[in-house]
């Protein structure tokens, strides 16, 4: 309490002056969290008066309610006053200054990932006027979205650029007070990436924050809003194959979709922050809200997410289907391994008429791993003949890991038809054997059978990513098995 | 509304009983139950359950003066004749030893209830409904099966609780303790009568011991304002082996708890259950398997028919503890919605600590047919009779595998009578 | 090649083989028959190197070496194929995908360099072809949704790409019609070569109209109990298996 009222005290009495901003953007702030650190971010990234004020009711709202302890995961409490909200970006000269600088594990694997020897000094964080391939490649980009009429920026960019429309759109989707964690989102968030898609546009090729070079350092607290207007569509990639480190513990993002009448998105994302190491010391508390909502008629979005990494995974990518004939997706591989913990599943809200949702979710579970699929299915009283499909199958490798389904059916419309089926067990013996007896070693069998018991989902995902995907479930398995 | 029960209305309810000394079993139960209140939907097993209707019938019983009405011999009777068993009588929640054939029947001995060690997982006495109903039993009875009496005809167990003066409730209490090797049959059966609410709170504990078999029917047909918590619990001891079938075919609001607990090697279960919804009825089973070792197998198959302003509920749960390796464990669950503002909250979970297993559930919600029906219209049937029959072919699937084949015949029988008073609500 | 020495294998508590041997050369054709539970699909399972059986006692030798304390992969490089009775499906898994990791595997271990992509396909396609078998099946899940025949005939192309010294192929003609018992019966003897060895596990003597054994043993009670020429099959056929249980308590 005496170090947040210090924070206070030295907040009020420097709010105005200058030089104080200035000092935070090269310095950070202290860890602690008051409503002058959320004045002090806004003010840092000059926000008009709108943003502020709806940070603030955040904070407020954020301050009234209790953390979530329903999920299937365990973790000491987190001390929200020892967080640092804002951190300064990296001065190249504290990054490595070429890859002989980086640690060599990691070079080892980018290797096993297959990740091109160009891409591989972005990755490392190596600074950024050694890394010239994106640069260029990110030009060229931005170029022919512009020309499009695509919007593709940071976040913060976009308050700057189109207020009018974050306006709109900011929480119109998760709003501040939906859970724990998106209100913290709201209140402090530091910066994420903006997407709007005009009318009747398809986005001439896939987004993904890769090129967003300005946004090298979005923290820990990301926001994501997505716009497709009518008749347009848009196919978004976060995250990438190569193993993310960060010195921020916990990961608070929030994702917001919002597809107009006959507009399609696509969002798939390659989640693999540190998960700790072997014995379960350290990795990142990655507690995000992601959720679309299908507003216009024939709407469509479709999530697939290839989650391999975190110490604790909390997230559910849901769909709210209220336009008539919507559809929502969610293809789902989730692996834990050593310590890890997952609570990861989706939510499909029917609304509409004729709406329909997909559901396809694939646990693996290894080491002394938790791994949870939690699921809604609601049809509401007036979503007249909505239709879902549930398969949710985990797979368990070794007697110390855990899989847990928990799925939720709601169905007030006698004309629902909803099919849920689920399975669970071990990699079967029988398959192992015949691998093994064509001469397969036992490895190799298990990221074989694996990588097939995951091939729905990976068809979801775009080629390239597929790809590399599937080399992140071996090496997310590596030494699973034995 | 609060659904606390404050201790001094408990209290006075138990000095009341008749000829009930006031034991520390029973004022330990009666705090728990004090302290706790009827669950509330912030609690994850009952968050599509709300007993505050329940709190209110307690309270009004609970502090009544009057002695519960006297046992309805005519409908007991009827009942008795109804289905050939050896019969234990419960009414209001006191066992009538005149008409319990059932406590004399050969291989079955019979005496006051001392709980039976049922409990594998730690708490689980702590439920505050098994408490209540601790505290407030009037007879509780305990029965020990002997010998192989799988030939025999069942014993029934038949509870009729009245509210014709005023609102009443009842909680009664078997124990049934299965000898090794031995192997008996059960056919429970709740009826009421009345004008007036009724509450009423079950629990029965079962322990398999090695070798031992049981085949159970359970039937609810409760009127339509009564209501019931009721409590199953299983213990199976290795190889044996129990199957258990459920019918909810009345009542105002049921919940049904089914806990099994498997922890003998080779001890396998079968659960099926069938229930209907029908305007102003809320039908609610909870069915949690714990796996404690391996080799071991459930199976668990319920289904629901419901029409009008009713809802249903279903979580079945199996839990597969660590090193219970070889289990097997399924679960299935269909519902057929057949009007509007009916609702179904479905929830099957897997719960898996172990490597060596197989589990799967599968649930859905649909409706009827519509090519079956067409099928069934271009050979002469009209549409009404078609849709009759086809949800009688949906509920068969569990009738037919009733546990006791003697009871197909009247199974059927009240099963089809349900389907008549559905058939007006069966229009798409 | 291979040499089984007084073998005895069981399963669980169950002892199956009881001093089984049994002796084969490169160039032959075996086939190993007998009546239900003689531990005809035990012995191949044996060779093969199935962790569910324990060999308690005698030998295996294959190219002069011990087998007994190798892995099956480890088995599978040196030359031994297992053709399954029932064959194993693996839900997305890619057919093309197993042939090509397995004919690598065995490439890596003798030394040589991985196959292309492009050399791989041309394999395949002739293989196929020689089997009768639709290209399409190899981009199939492996064994998925295959009909009965159709997995016989892939675990047959299997063996014809991996080229293996000694073949079993259990019960490879049990639920065939004609049509695909000819097929994988014509596989079979193109596969016929001086090189190589293929033991046939089969009930029935109607494999054997087709591929024409060198050998053939009767299995009965986990011991060979009669060995002898093709001639020995028709003797089966008339007689029943009856006739030889007489034979094994006798003896």
């Known amino acids: 309490m005496s170090v947040e009222t210090e924070n206070l005290e030295q907040l009020v009495n420097r709010r105005y002056a200058h030089g104080f901003v200035t000092d935070i953007a090269s310095e950070g702030l202290p860890p602690g969290l008051n409503e002058d650190v959320v004045r002090a971010i806004s003010a840092l990234k000059q926000e ?435 | 509304m609060n659904s606390q029960i404050s201790i001094q209305e408990l209290t006075r309810a138990l000095h009341r009983l008749p000829g009930t000394e006031q034991t520390t079993e029973r004022r330990r139960a009666l705090q728990l139950f004090a302290d706790h209140g009827f669950p509330g939907q912030r609690e994850e ?56 054939p059932g406590l004399s029947e050969p291989g079955v001995s019979a005496s006051d209830a001392v709980e039976l060690d049922v409990v594998a997982v730690p708490n689980r006495r702590d439920d505050p409904l098994s408490a209540l109903n601790r505290a407030l039993s009037r007879d509780g009875l305990r029965l020990q099966i002997k010998g192989d009496n799988a030939a025999a005809r069942p014993i029934g167990i038949l509870t009729l609780d009245a509210a014709q003066t005023a609102v009443s409730s009842s909680q009664v209490r078997v124990d049934i303790e299965l000898a090794p090797g031995s192997a008996a049959r059960f056919v429970e059966l709740h009826l009421s009568t009345g004008e007036h609410e009724h509450y009423s709170n079950c629990v029965v504990n079962l322990v398999a011991n090695p070798a031992s078999s049981c085949d159970y029917v359970r039937i609810q047909q409760r009127d339509i304002n009564h209501s019931q918590t009721a409590r199953l619990n299983l213990r199976l001891q290795q190889d044996s082996h129990v199957r258990h079938a459920a019918f909810d075919l009345g009542g105002k609001l049921t919940r049904n708890d089914l806990q099994v607990d498997l922890v003998g090697q080779g001890a396998s279960c079968v659960l099926d259950g069938l229930y209907f919804g029908v305007p102003g009825r809320h039908i609610d089973n909870h ?93 002469g049937i009209d549409e009404s009779a078609a849709r009759r029959i086809l949800t009688g072919a949906f509920a068969a699937i569990i009738v037919e595998k009733s546990p006791i084949p003697e009871l197909l015949g009247i199974l059927n029988e009240k099963v089809v009578a349900e389907l008549q008073k559905i058939a007006p609500g069966v229009v798409s | 090649m291979l040499k089984i020495r007084n073998l005895d294998a069981s399963i669980g508590d169950t002892q199956i083989l009881r001093g089984l041997s049994l002796n084969v050369n490169a160039g032959e054709v075996h086939a190993i028959m007998g009546p239900n539970g003689s531990g005809k699909s035990t012995l191949a399972q044996v060779i093969a190197g199935h962790d569910d059986y324990v060999v308690t006692g005698g030998s295996i030798t294959f190219k002069g070496e011990d087998l007994v304390p190798l892995a099956p992969e480890a088995r599978a490089r040196e030359g031994i194929f297992l053709g399954f009775q029932y064959p194993v499906e693996i839900p997305g898994v890619n057919n093309a995908y197993l042939l090509k990791a397995a004919v690598n595997a065995k490439r890596k271990h003798q030394g040589l360099g991985e196959i292309d992509a492009f050399e791989f396909l041309k394999l395949a396609r002739e293989k196929m072809t020689m089997l009768d078998m639709d290209p399409k099946f190899l981009h199939r899940g492996v064994n998925q949704g295959f009909s009965g025949g159709e997995k016989k005939r892939n675990e047959i192309l299997q063996m014809a790409m991996l080229e293996p010294e000694l073949a079993i192929l259990d019960e490879t003609d049990s639920g065939l019609d004609i049509d695909a018992l000819k097929a994988v019966a014509g596989g079979i003897n193109a596969l016929r070569d001086p090189a190589r060895a293929i033991i046939l596990v089969t009930h029935y003597q109607r494999l054997l109209d087709y591929v024409e054994p060198d050998h053939i043993h009767v299995l009965s009670e986990g011991r060979i109990v009669r060995s002898g020429d093709k001639s020995l099959a028709h003797e089966l056929e008339d007689k029943g298996y009856e006739w030889l249980q007489d034979i094994a308590s006798a003896g």
């Not at chain 1, 029988?430 to 190799?444: A, K, L, V, W």
Request: proline share 4%.
């Open chain 2, 287 to 379: 069915i949690r398997v714990d796996h404690c070792v391996g080799p071991s197998t459930s199976m668990q198959d319920y289904r629901g028919i419901l029409t009008g302003k009713c809802r249903g509920v279903w979580n079945g749960k199996a839990v597969v503890h660590k090193g219970a390796d070889g289990t097997d464990a399924t679960q299935s669950n269909h519902n057929l919605l057949l009007s509007e503002h009916a609702e179904i909250n479905a929830k099957p979970e897997l719960e898996i600590y172990a490597e060596d297993v197989k589990c799967a559930h599968g649930t859905t919600v649909g409706q009827l047919d519509e090519q079956a029906i067409y099928y069934l219209r271009t050979r």
């Open chain 1, 48 to 482: 008009p008066e709108f943003l502020l004020e709806w940070r603030l009711r955040a904070y407020r709202q954020w301050l009234e309610m209790t953390e979530p302890e329903w999920a299937h995961v365990h973790y000491p409490r987190i001390d929200y006053n020892s967080i640092s909200y804002y951190s300064a970006p990296k001065s190249d000269k504290d990054r490595p200054q070429s890859l002989e600088e980086v640690d060599p594990k990691l070079l080892e694997t980018y290797d096993k990932l297959g990740i091109p020897l160009h891409e591989r000094a972005r990755l490392a964080g190596v600074a950024v006027d050694a890394v010239f391939d994106s640069v260029s490649v990110a030009t060229t980009f931005k170029k022919k979205l512009s020309e499009a009429g695509v919007i593709f920026s940071s976040f913060s960019d976009a308050v700057r650029e189109h207020p009018a429309l974050v306006k709109k759109y900011l929480g119109s989707v998760v709003p501040q007070r939906d859970n724990y964690f998106a209100a913290l989102n709201s209140a402090v968030f530091s910066d994420g990436s903006f997407v709007y898609i005009p009318k009747g546009v398809r986005c001439p090729m896939e987004l993904s924050t890769y090129f967003r070079i300005n946004a090298a350092n979005t923290g820990q607290f990301e926001r994501t809003l997505i716009i497709a207007d009518e008749g347009s569509h848009v196919s978004y990639l976060e995250g990438c194959t190569a193993p993310m480190r960060d010195e921020n513990q916990l990961h608070a993002a929030v994702v917001e979709l919002v597809a107009l009448d006959d507009a399609e998105i696509k969002y798939s994302t390659v989640q693999n922050w540190y998960p700790g190491d072997e014995n379960g010391v350290g990795g990142i508390y990655n507690f995000v809200t992601k959720r679309g909502d299908c507003r216009g008629t024939n709407s469509k979005i479709c999530w697939t997410q290839v989650e391999t990494g975190s110490a604790i995974t909390w997230k559910y990518p849901s769909c709210i289907l209220r336009g008539d004939n919507s559809v929502g997706e969610f293809y789902s591989v989730a692996v834990a391994n050593n310590y890890q913990q997952a609570d990861t599943g989706t939510k499909m809200i029917h609304i509409g008429r004729n709406t329909s949702s997909t559901i396809v979710s694939k646990g693996i579970s290894a080491g002394h791993a938790q791994n949870a699929y939690r699921g809604l299915v609601r049809v509401m009283p007036q979503a007249s003949s909505a239709r879902n499909h549930t398969q949710c199958d985990s797979l368990l490798i070794g007697k110390d890991c855990g899989a847990h389904t928990f799925p939720y059916m709601e169905i007030r419309n006698p004309s629902a038809r909803i099919e849920h089926e689920a399975t669970t067990s071990k990699i079967s013996a029988d398959q192992m054997f015949y691998c093994r007896q064509r001469g397969i070693s036992e490895e190799d069998a298990v990221n074989m059978i694996v990588n097939g018991f995951c091939k729905e989902v990976f068809n979801e995902l775009p080629m390239e990513f597929a790809v590399e995907a599937q080399a992140l479930l071996n090496v997310s398995l590596e030494g699973a098995v034995g």
């Open chain 2, 45 to 100: 097993d009952w968050k599509y359950t709300d007993l505050s209707s329940i709190a209110k019938i307690s309270r009004t019983w609970l502090s009544a003066d009057a002695e519960p009405d006297g046992p309805d011999l005519a409908r007991i009777h009827a009942a008795m004749a109804s289905i050939d068993a050896a019969w234990i009588v419960f009414a209001n929640g006191s066992l009538l030893r005149d008409l319990s």
